[in-house]
């Protein structure tokens, strides 16, 4: 269910509030059973406006937990909360208990979509398999997975999908590398930003050809310029960058493979940073 008009009378239902800030059972709801799906973002502005400044000295799993108490408080029969991080990464609370859910390794990552793919597959396994709710979290993450590599429907049984890798979350600053005159600040703080609401951050860096001691510990992701010149090219080569994942827009698939031989080469922006922040 998503906020609306609909009022839900039932055993096992499961919100997904999608921008509305009402509550489930604002319009006179009613589940015997309720989970409601939220992001980090939504769990950490609740955790702020109930705790504020002592947020500042709790792990992200904490200020999640202090989130997820102030929901709790707001909404009854709450009987869990399953938390998306952006990048296919899930943790089920089950009052303030936490169970991290993995995500699970994908090729691309295409995000349109990819969180009702997580509160639908979770809704089916939960609601209608009568799964165990840490399975059926599993599921959805799994399903998550399956899903941003295509985007592909319909979702495979849970029998079908349980062959894939797991990734682990990287626990250290990113470490991004900016290369060529392009809109670089423009895309560095739409990362920072994201990050900040992931509960990480980054470490930026642009490449200046002429500094006589260029870079040469290995980066995570490289942001190359879609109006790089000759001689940037040539000094990268001559540096030896060795990053895990590039990003080159409207650049050339084999010339970045040549300059990068060891590197994931990303088409889009989502794949680069789920790849640069996961690894399988």
Not at 71 to 81: G, I, N, V
Not at 120 to 139: I, Q, R, T
Request: aromatic share 8%.
């Amino acid at each position: 269910m998503i906020e609306g008009d609909a009022r839900v009378q039932g055993n096992r239902v499961v919100f997904d509030r999608q921008s509305s800030p009402g509550t489930f059972q604002a319009n006179g709801s009613h589940a015997n059973s309720l989970v409601q799906i939220a992001t980090h973002i939504e769990l950490l502005e609740l955790a702020n406006a109930a705790r504020g400044s002592a947020l500042n000295s709790m792990k992200l799993i904490e200020r999640l937990r202090e989130g997820v108490i102030a929901l709790t408080e707001q909404t009854p029969r709450l009987k869990y909360t399953l938390a998306k991080d952006g990048l296919g990464g899930l943790v089920l609370f089950q009052g303030d208990e936490a169970v991290t859910i993995p995500s699970y390794a994908a090729e691309s990552y295409f995000r349109i979509g990819a969180g009702d793919v997580i509160a639908s597959a979770f809704a089916h396994a939960w609601g209608e398999l009568k799964m165990p709710a840490d399975e059926a979290a599993d599921y959805a993450a799994r399903c998550s997975a399956y899903f941003v590599e295509g985007p592909r429907l319909p979702l495979p049984s849970p029998r079908d999908l349980c062959g894939r890798l797991v990734t682990t979350e990287r626990k250290e600053n990113l470490r991004i590398l900016g290369i060529g005159d392009f809109e670089l600040q423009a895309l560095l703080r739409a990362t920072e930003n994201w990050l900040e609401h992931l509960g990480k951050s980054a470490l930026y860096r642009t490449f200046d050809p002429d500094d006589p001691q260029p870079p040469e510990d290995v980066s995570d992701l490289v942001l190359v310029g879609s109006r790089i010149t000759r001689g940037q090219l040539d000094a990268i080569a001559k540096a030896a960058v060795r990053p895990a994942v590039v990003f080159w827009p409207g650049g050339s698939m084999h010339l970045a493979r040549e300059l990068f031989p060891d590197a994931m080469i990303a088409n889009d922006y989502a794949t680069a940073l789920f790849h640069a922040m996961r690894s399988a």
